[in-house]
């Protein structure tokens, strides 16, 4: 239960890029997958999305939009 409150805190900093920001996130995903917890690629994609700064709006914003979420590795190759 801590690895998912830790997940769903995770939140991307003034000094992170997007790829330390999405990197944190893998890394917190997959220490759930190391104790048998499993969790599904667009609640991963939502709750990346949550945690971008204010500066990402609009990428949130149009990616929200989308008739379907992207996958997790989309969503990587789109904000990177």
């Known amino acids: ?16 890029n997007v790829a330390s920001y999405l ?19 667009s609640e ?5 999305l949550k945690g971008f700064t204010k500066d990402w709006d609009v990428f ?3 990616i929200v939009g989308w008739e379907k979420l992207p996958n997790w590795n989309r969503l990587w190759d789109d904000f990177t």
């Open 60 to 62: 949130f914003k149009c």
């Open 1 to 16: 239960m801590a690895l998912c409150d830790k997940l769903h805190s995770v939140r991307m900093t003034k000094d992170d």
């Open 23 to 41: 990197t944190r996130v893998a890394h917190v995903k997959d220490e759930l997958v190391v104790v048998g917890e499993s969790i599904t690629d």
């Open 44 to 48: 991963l994609v939502w709750i990346a």
